[in-house]
């Protein structure tokens, strides 16, 4: 069969990767792109609406953010906005709806009071809401079932209109239907072509996939979620990283038991986001709960174990693997957590247990309000360091300057989309040795 070349292709068609598409297609002079995606469709994945919490995350209200962190993801959750307010996206994939984080007890409640005066400069439309203003714009965080107060001090700090809320999946769908209406790019998706081998062929690579279709290209960006390190590592790449998937699953309410976005205090200890509810737009804005954290041995959810074998390859097990894995499960704290989320997973059990957990943020929860979400969730790519011996909060991407890039983006990696895509576009551009338009690009989604 032909070789079919492209300028620059993409591997993945979740956000990021078609971020890129959609970057690289309007902002740079690559003239022929392709977007190869393993299944029937884009965003099956964790860019689906079901396989993630549907939020924009800007560092105003997730306390597992630094101060230096919040002003990168700003940044780009900003482009996130200005680019479906370009396209006239509100109302139809992107939200208006309030968002706090609320603090429990005094101790949470002294925390969230130094936190607004850290933040508050780079955010200064956020407010401080005390119990008696939280009873009017977030009643069921402050009154249990029998309409009786908690009796514990409890203070919220957020905004009560923000576009914070966003179907990613809808959007990825916009971005290569954008992308394709570029005059004057060849823009191309492939479905149903799994990339099973990548080689380098002097200054190109080529692409085998599933189907027996070979493609090369100029340049490679690999935005395959966990799989980007499976194939950094068939090719060299990446061995000083391992791979920890870790699943999220979600509980689902029938009603609307909140406003708007309400996460709690992240534990300094732990590695994950902490519980928080959130109104879901596939549900009628129905309020969901999650979510969960429990690493699997598998690199996709809801397919099986046919990615376990996957999986073993990709977290590239070795002494130092062990001893992150070990200095992990030897703090109680995270021992204690990783068990909980295991028993979240069990049914019967995982209502009560859940229930107990998240009747802190909202005590007028009842068992029959709640049920296990089943087909929400997805796999998000933790990435354990070798060199460093320790598990990485964040991004990791790979880019031997061979003209090739691997990505994987845990959270918030949708939200971070076009920020990464703009970083890759310039690596394309520069090795390519064309031009980006960058003017253009911050003219148009970047706040200044």
Do not use: W
């Amino acid at each position: 069969m032909a070789e079919k070349h492209y300028d620059v292709i993409i591997v993945g068609g979740g956000i990021s990767g078609a971020a890129l598409f959609y970057t690289l297609a309007t902002y740079s002079d690559v003239k022929s792109i392709a977007l190869i995606e393993k299944y029937d469709g884009l965003a099956r994945l964790s860019s689906s609406g079901r396989g993630n919490s549907q939020t924009i995350h800007t560092g105003d209200i997730e306390t597992n953010y630094s101060l230096a962190k919040a002003k990168q993801v700003k940044r780009t959750a900003n482009m996130i906005r200005r680019y479906c307010l370009q396209h006239g996206y509100e109302n139809k994939f992107m939200f208006i709806h309030q968002k706090m984080v609320v603090g429990i007890g005094d101790e949470e409640v002294e925390y969230m009071k130094k936190r607004y005066e850290e933040f508050k400069e780079l955010f200064p439309y956020l407010e401080i809401y005390n119990k008696e203003k939280l009873k009017d714009i977030e009643p069921n965080v402050v009154f249990d079932e029998n309409g009786n107060e908690r009796s514990e001090d409890i203070i919220g700090v957020g905004v009560l209109d923000q576009y914070s809320t966003i179907d990613y999946g809808a959007m990825t769908e916009s971005l290569v239907e954008n992308a394709k209406k570029v005059k004057n790019k060849q823009c191309d998706v492939f479905f149903n072509s799994k990339v099973k081998k990548i080689k380098q062929l002097g200054s190109q690579h080529v692409l085998q996939t599933s189907n027996g279709d070979l493609f090369t290209a100029d340049f490679v960006v690999v935005d395959a979620g966990a799989h980007s390190l499976y194939l950094a590592h068939s090719m060299g790449y990446g061995k000083d990283f391992g791979c920890l998937p870790v699943a999220g699953s979600y509980y689902v309410t029938n009603g609307h038991f909140l406003k708007g976005k309400v996460y709690m205090v992240q534990n300094p200890k732990l590695p994950f986001a902490a519980l928080h509810g959130d109104p879901d737009v596939l549900l009628d804005m129905a309020t969901r709960f999650g979510p969960t954290a429990l690493a699997l041995p598998v690199l996709e959810r809801f397919h099986g174990i046919s990615t376990m074998p996957d999986f073993f390859k990709t977290l590239n097990f070795d002494g130092k693997i062990f001893t992150i894995l070990k200095n992990l499960f030897a703090d109680s704290d995270i021992r204690n957590y990783i068990l909980k989320n295991f028993l979240y997973e069990i049914p019967y059990f995982n209502k009560r247990i859940f229930l107990k957990n998240i009747k802190r943020l909202v005590p007028s929860l009842k068992l029959e309000d709640i049920k296990y979400a089943k087909g929400f969730g997805g796999v998000r790519p933790q990435v354990l360091n070798k060199t460093e011996l320790k598990l990485m909060l964040g991004e990791a991407s790979i880019n031997p300057g061979t003209g090739i890039i691997f990505n994987m983006t845990p959270s918030p990696g949708a939200t971070s989309c076009l920020g990464n895509a703009e970083r890759d576009a310039k690596i394309v551009c520069e090795y390519l040795k064309i031009k980006f338009d960058d003017k253009k690009f911050t003219s148009e989604l970047v706040d200044e």
